[in-house]
């Protein structure tokens, strides 16, 4: 009997024992000698680790599960992290590309590749009319369906994740541009899990009540463009 009890407490200490997050990444030549860093999406910075035979690693442990950079440079990836995931990222790739064992990083990825691939496409367009001397009026009367299809990604990447942190993470990069005042902003943050534990939600979210607060400040709003600036 006290063999029993004892096997079964030794498994119940195990499961309550935090598993290390690891992230092994492969950084190709042009950073050779570079640090990495693992910051906080407020530009807290984690943990760090230079980059060696083209490679890096970082490990450590979190207490819940938080969206996160991996800076280097001017690149810059966000990975989702959690004890027990084994995150596998790759900075040669257009965007890097963060995967996992739990599958939540692929997700992620999955979305910001495209957007990546849209955004790119708009810009080019848009550069393409430049060229041939297009009026603004033309470009903006050419792209109002790309960019309605871009910010529809963004849309179905916070409505699809609702119940995880990639949702609440997309509504962060891009709240001030789909829910410019406070009552939208408001009501969609109380349908995304997560979105009042996200930093830069809560920055978009203190700025409009802010600007909520004065007649004066009520008039006016930042209409900045999106990016997966986190």
């Known amino acids: ?3 029993i009890l004892y096997f079964a407490a030794f498994a119940a200490l195990m499961a309550c024992t935090p598993k290390e997050y690891t992230i092994n990444g492969y950084a190709g030549e042009d950073y ?10 407020d ?7 230079v980059v060696a035979d083209k ?11 938080i969206v996160c950079n991996l800076t280097s440079g001017w690149m810059k990836t966000p990975v989702l992290i959690k004890n027990g ?3 596998d990222v790759d900075f040669t790739s257009i965007p ?3 995967r996992d064992n739990g599958g939540m990083n692929d997700k992620l990825y999955a979305i910001i590749k495209q957007l ?3 955004r790119m496409a708009l810009m080019n367009k848009e550069d393409s009319m430049r060229d041939a001397n297009g009026s603004p009026q033309t470009i903006d009367a050419a792209t109002r369906d790309d960019y309605a299809a871009l910010y529809d990604i963004y849309r179905n990447g916070i409505t699809d994740n609702k119940d995880n942190i990639i949702g609440a993470y997309i509504l962060g990069v891009s709240a001030r541009v789909l829910y410019p005042n406070l009552q939208l902003l408001d009501s969609m943050m109380n349908e995304v899990k997560y979105a009042k534990d996200m930093p830069n939600v809560m920055k978009v979210y203190n700025s ?14 930042d209409f900045t463009g999106i990016g997966l600036d986190g």
Do not use: N
């Open 116 to 118: 990546t691939d849209a």
């Open 96 to 98: 890097a590309m963060a």
């Open 55 to 65: 490679h890096f690693a970082i490990k450590g442990q979190m207490d819940t599960q």
């Open 43 to 49: 530009g807290t910075v984690l943990d760090s680790c």
């Open 32 to 41: 050779e000698g570079k640090t990495v860093y693992l910051r906080k999406l």
């Open 85 to 87: 995931a084994e995150i």
């Open 1 to 3: 009997m006290k063999r």
């Open 208 to 221: 409009l009540k802010a600007l909520e607060a004065t007649k004066e400040g009520a008039k006016y709003t």
